[in-house]
């Protein structure tokens, strides 16, 4: 499970820096919280 929310995490940060977004860790946080650790809850 902790190698999805890595990958997750990496192809968030990749994605922003191709795209020349600033990165907000907390931001990406509450992505992931939302996208990925919500849904395993279910």
Same mark, same amino acid.
């Given at each position: 499970? /902790? /190698?999805?929310i890595?990958?997750?995490t990496?192809?968030?940060?990749?994605?922003?820096?191709? /795209?020349?977004?600033?990165?907000?860790?907390?931001?990406?946080?509450?992505?992931?919280?939302?996208?990925?650790?919500?849904?395993l809850k279910?």
């Open positions: 499970m /902790h /190698h999805g890595f990958g997750f990496c192809s968030t940060m990749v994605y922003k820096l191709r /795209h020349e977004e600033e990165i907000e860790i907390q931001k990406i946080y509450k992505e992931i919280e939302k996208d990925f650790i919500l849904k279910k």
